[in-house]
């Protein structure tokens, strides 16, 4: 049941944003994960991947095939992408459990060997993320269905995509990179009446946000 336009309320009496679709693996990631700030290199990296991977697809499709994504590679541990080369993509390739795009598949490994020179360069992938966060003037003042699929992009993630394509990262259009920054809590975009706003918004003010480590 509706009750404002992308509030879906639950069982539990709880409004949640309505992509969740009140699924329960869904609205598990909803409530535990989407929009809570992330600081570990590894679930960045995976997450980067993970929405290249998504392009043309839904999230639901991605979602679900994660522990295989996971299996495939290696945990997403940049370092060990890194290493990855043809019998690892004719490996991925045959994986029944994962997207088998030849392109998304070697982006990944790509873009596991521009995280190492991000990482080299700042210290961290989470100090280069969270060096792009948009400010208070940036953001909506009032975070409503309307804004939010009104703006599929925004000028941050347009900076952030130009930028990582220029270091030579792939599959890191604009799109996808704020729906990146959504999911990674860059942004708080559980709308109003959302449930888990008010839970977002105290763990991103509690936040120490890493500092770049300059090279």
């Not at 509706?2 to 990631?29: F, H």
């Not at 535990?32 to 960045?44: A, I, K, S």
């Not at 679900?64 to 992408?81: C, L, M, N, S, T």
């Not at 690892?88 to 459990?97: A, F, K, N, S, Y």
Request: proline share 4%; glycine share 10%.
């Amino acid at each position: 049941m509706m009750t404002t336009k992308g509030i879906m309320i639950g069982e539990d009496g709880l409004g949640r944003c309505a992509w969740q679709s009140n699924l329960d693996d869904y609205r598990r990631y909803h409530d535990e994960e989407w929009g809570r700030p992330v600081t570990d290199d590894r679930r960045l990296f995976e997450k980067i991947c993970l929405e290249g991977f998504q392009s043309g697809l839904s999230w639901l499709t991605i979602l679900r095939k994660r522990e295989a994504f996971r299996a495939a590679f290696a945990g997403f541990d940049f370092d060990e992408v890194a290493t990855f080369g043809d019998a690892d993509i004719e490996r991925c390739l045959g994986d029944t459990g994962i997207v088998r795009h030849r392109g998304k598949i070697v982006s990944t490994i790509n873009n596991a060997r521009r995280a190492q020179a991000l990482k080299a360069e700042f210290g961290s992938l989470a100090a280069y993320f969270w060096s792009h966060e948009p400010g208070v003037d940036e953001r909506p003042a009032f975070v409503s269905y309307e804004v939010i699929a009104a703006n599929p992009t925004t000028p941050t993630s347009t900076r952030i995509s130009k930028d990582l394509k220029k270091r030579g990262w792939t599959f890191v259009g604009p799109t996808t990179i704020y729906a990146f920054m959504q999911a990674m809590g860059l942004v708080n975009d559980h709308i109003e009446g959302c449930h888990c706003r008010g839970v977002v918004e105290g763990l991103r003010q509690g936040l120490s946000r890493p500092v770049p480590q300059l090279a």
